[in-house]
């Protein structure tokens, strides 16, 4: 319920929203959470595994239990209801662990930025803004970053003094010198979620998800900042531990920190009647916050035997303490209606004499963690320490510094001279101090609710069997019991599940170790991280210098790489068949032309160009003559074939390189990486020239006459121009390189000129009346006709030289060359490798779908079925009058003639493995 006064919201505002379909109001400055509890909602969600009721259990990003999904004003799913702010309109449900992504597009915009700076602090609270305070006094360039929306951290939720001031009053007053200085940004509403070599750190900043449907268009969403800063400050604070004992999920139970937080920040009373079970100090003071604010506290549990002047304090505000006593279990239907408390023995078991108090607020604190994620991430080493009870900072290989709360300083007095002592770069001499005692696990006969992880329904009894099933190591646990594995990653059950793992193996915690600190340290959106980088600007998209001319004609285009390349060009009436069809024909029995500029290419200068090759490449390059074309394939280091493409000698120290389209920047990569770190003295320069040159491959028996036509000074004759050579010639008046290469087994030409003039290179060839453009889908049925095969389509990455049917493209005469080696290997040369082959449906109208597997039954036998093979690429012949295909088949050479089957839905479709040439196999068509 709403306390009548106090808090920081602005209670003559009000916002409306809804929540699992029903209608509440709230104020500016409440959290969903917040303005659940004013609501009396004491149910958010329900866990994950087990349906169980999950109430508000934190009031930070710490929080395990309490997901909702945002529905309007637009979907977002997997988000606590501690860390949404209020904003009218809102419509969220509660989730039962698993949320649900938009089916439509995010409006919303997303962008990323840069930032420098001596001194970056990452939180704002009594440590974080006297450490910011002291460097930008020193004349340093501060960033500080604070992921609430105002600076303070726990100031805000306490009732705290700080230097004379109420603890608001006196971050308030920091905050407003800070903003005065010009060397200083503040980053409020900002995780900073990563931290990564070189003092480079990565942070999310929410601009505008406050604001709802209100927020501006023109202004992005998030914002990734990616900092780089000469040193760090980590006042990151602390997240109070919880304790395992029986109904410890129940709505109602709360971290006791939390419940001070609503009291104080947000003017919330969480509960009318309340039990706080404590092992230290900082609960007392909840518990006199809480009572002050009119909760009525039935009784202080705390563990020790005598806790000190903190019990005489609550004693003497008329609140009964049970000294070394515990909670025993949390009772209630749907949420927590009683509480019972027992007397610890002196060996940690609980004796007779069980009280039960009648309670709808059950507040825990088991001790404090220091947040080390970002520490740890930075390189830094995490040491437990026996006495506070959890980890903390060692050192690190960066300049950071670790201070307040998030090195276990928890006075605010400390916390200020701990924070401008990090603030300064000057030894920190603030003590350490305990505030209590460890506390982790109230034994039980049954552990069956006696929950370590809310969120993922993880108890100790799951603990105890991970540990019986012989797991030793905390990582291990963690994957078999997936405690700390939720979006809160373990922040209030990470080390709790290890201690309880201690307990169970009779170990010191210490000695067990931790999981590992993995970024990000909240949940952050894809749409953040790829911020105008989506939709369109996902991926450049690139464009020949043909394009506009194929988008004009009618092109339909496909993705290829980033480029957009002519799939097919269908004429009135025409479906993609009957286009490719027409194309197919056309190149087959008279003239057509592709645009086939998107080919990757590559100069390869310098006196050593022909023996840099020579190692790339398997067959040989240095033997080429100018003036001549060879095929080359390139292999990984395994020797499984990585590329394929041409070679072009244009002079002695002079090669052109071409590659396939969607593999032309791996295949530089691959060549720098070899050139610049195995044979730096090889000299040799690399450079991409693929966008330079425009390229059209003229196609067909025709292709000769038309050239012919066009470029007049050129020899075109057979002998005149052999086939793999090149030319310079004028075509339609443009200079222009001519290779004489076909890719589809027909009399060809490949054209290369100038971007610039591509265009005009284009429209002369079409301008003749005889030549029909035809797109790659039309390529890909022409080259699988001769068996030519497609790198990353009829390979995939375990397929050799000789799997393909190209031994011969192999060199024998080399020493050596990249993968060499590895066809010396006997997996290179067993007889059951997969080899491509061809395939003839016994019925020549199916078309065999790309990926459909081959068995060699006529009927399927139970699983599992040994596989042969998989089809590669399939398509509809018009030279063939028929389908084919070609397929990886496991010795698939020696079964041409057999018969297989492919199955496609509920039937098997029988095949005929044949040579993976069906098309001119002599190519006799090839010199026209």
């Given amino acids: 319920m709403r306390r009548a006064s106090g808090g920081r919201i602005d209670r003559g505002r009000t916002l409306r929203f809804r929540f699992d379909g029903r209608d509440y109001t709230g104020h500016p400055g409440d959290t969903l959470a917040s303005a659940l509890l004013a609501n009396g909602v004491r149910q958010v969600a329900t866990s994950v595994k087990l349906g169980r009721p999950r109430g508000v259990f934190a009031a930070g990003s710490e929080e395990p239990s309490a997901l909702v999904q945002i529905e309007e004003p637009f979907p977002e799913p997997m988000l606590t209801a501690t860390t949404v702010e209020l904003y009218d309109g809102l419509v969220a449900r509660g989730l039962p662990g698993q949320g649900r992504l938009a089916t439509e597009p995010d409006p919303a915009r997303y962008d990323a930025t840069h930032a420098h700076c001596d001194v970056l602090v990452v939180g704002a609270g009594p440590a974080g803004l006297a450490a910011a305070r002291a460097a930008a006094r020193a004349g340093a360039r501060v960033i500080l970053a604070d992921e609430q929306p105002e600076p303070g951290g726990s100031l805000l939720g306490t009732a705290e003094q700080v230097a004379g001031l109420p603890g608001a009053e006196w971050a308030a007053a920091v905050t407003a010198e800070l903003a005065g200085l010009p060397e200083v940004t503040m980053l409020p509403r900002t995780t900073v979620f990563g931290y990564y070599d070189d003092n480079h750190l990565v942070a999310v900043e929410r601009r505008t998800n406050h604001l709802g449907g209100a927020a501006p268009a023109h202004v992005a969403r998030e914002r990734i900042w990616r900092i780089r800063a000469k040193r760090v400050v980590l006042a990151t604070g602390a997240h109070e531990r919880p304790v395992a004992f029986a109904g410890n999920d129940l709505p109602g139970v709360m971290l006791a920190g939390a419940a001070r937080t609503y009291v104080n920040r947000y003017g919330v009373l969480p509960g009318r009647r309340a039990v706080v079970f404590t092992s230290g100090d900082s609960a007392y003071a909840a518990a006199l916050e809480l009572a002050g604010a009119g909760v009525e506290v039935a009784a202080i549990v705390d563990v020790r035997p005598a806790p000190g002047a903190c019990a005489d304090r609550a004693r003497a505000a008329g609140i009964e303490v049970l000294t070394g006593h515990v909670v025993t279990a949390a009772a209630g239907d749907r949420q927590v209606s009683s509480v019972l408390v027992g007397p610890r023995q002196e060996g940690g078991a609980v004796a007779e004499g069980e009280r039960s108090f009648d309670a709808d607020l059950l507040l825990v604190s088991g001790g404090w963690n220091p947040v080390v994620h970002l520490f740890s991430q930075s390189g830094g080493t995490l040491r437990y320490d026996e006495a506070l009870g959890t980890l903390v900072p060692g050192a690190s290989r960066q300049a950071v510094a670790v201070a307040g709360a998030a090195r276990g300083v928890f006075t605010p007095a400390g916390c200020l001279e701990d924070g401008a002592a990090a603030g300064g770069d000057v030894p920190a001499g603030v003590e350490v101090v305990p505030q209590g005692v460890p506390y982790w696990l109230v034994p039980a006969a049954d552990y069956g609710t006696h929950f370590v992880d809310l969120q993922r329904d993880v ?113 009135p009436g025409e479906d993609m068949e009957a286009a490719v069809l027409r194309e197919c024909r056309a190149a087959r029995e008279g003239v057509a032309a592709m645009d086939a500029s998107t080919l990757g290419k590559i100069d390869v200068i310098g006196p050593d160009a022909a023996e840099f090759l020579d190692r790339l490449y398997t067959n040989m390059m240095s033997t080429l003559a100018v003036g001549a074309i060879r095929y080359g394939v390139m292999c990984r280091a395994d020797g499984m074939v990585f590329d394929d493409g041409t070679v072009i000698r244009l002079a002695e120290d002079h090669f052109l390189v071409t590659t396939t389209t969607g593999n032309a920047a791996a295949v530089l990569d691959w060549m720098e990486e070899w050139l610049q770190t ?42 005149d121009f052999p086939f793999m050579t090149w030319r310079e010639a004028e075509v339609a008046g443009i200079p222009a390189r001519v290779c004489r290469i076909s890719f589809s087994g027909e009399l060809a030409y490949e054209i290369n000129v100038t971007s610039w003039e591509g265009l005009a290179l284009w429209e002369a060839i079409m301008d003749t009346g005889v030549v029909t453009p035809y797109g790659t889908e039309t390529m890909h049925v022409l080259r699988a006709e001769k068996g030519y095969p497609i790198v990353g389509q009829d390979t995939d990455g375990t397929v050799t030289p000789q799997d393909l049917g190209m031994s011969w493209v192999v060199s024998k005469k080399k020493a050596d060359f990249i993968g060499k080696r590895s066809f010396a290997r006997a997996d290179t040369t067993r007889v059951d490798r997969k080899q491509l082959v061809g395939l003839l449906p016994e019925d020549p109208g199916v078309l065999l779908p790309e990926g459909t597997h081959l068995v060699e039954f006529s009927s399927l036998p139970e699983p599992p079925v040994p596989m042969l093979g998989h089809v590669t690429s399939s398509y509809r012949s018009a030279a063939l009058g028929r389908t084919f295909a070609l397929a990886l088949v496991s010795g698939g050479r020696d079964r041409v003639g057999e018969r297989l089957y492919a199955p496609v839905g509920d039937d098997l479709v029988p095949v005929t493995v044949t040579s993976h040439i069906l098309y001119d196999p002599e190519g006799a068509r090839r010199d026209g």
Avoid: C, I
């Avoid at 044979?679 to 059209?696: G, Y």
């Fill in 459 to 571: 108890t100790v009894a799951d603990v105890v069997r991970a540990t019986g099933a012989g797991l030793r190591s905390v990582e291990h646990v963690k994957r078999y019991t997936t405690a700390g594995t939720a979006h809160d990653q373990g922040k209030t059950s990470g080390l709790l599940t290890t201690a309880v793992m201690a307990h169970v193996l009779g170990v010191p915690v210490g000695d067990l170790g931790s999981t590992t600190f993995r970024a990000p340290y909240t949940p952050v959106s894809f749409a953040a991280l790829a911020g105008r980088d989506r939709g369109l600007l996902h991926d450049p998209v690139r464009v020949t210098a043909l394009h506009e001319w194929h988008a004009a004609h009618g092109a339909l285009f496909e993705n290829v790489g980033q480029w957009k390349r002519p799939w097919y060009y269908p004429r």
């Fill in 678 to 719: 195995e044979w730096p003295w090889l000299r040799v320069h690399l450079t991409s020239v693929t966008e330079q040159w425009a390229t059209v491959a003229l196609v067909g028996p025709g292709s000769r006459e038309v050239l012919n036509g066009l470029a007049p000074g050129l020899a075109v004759g057979a002998a």
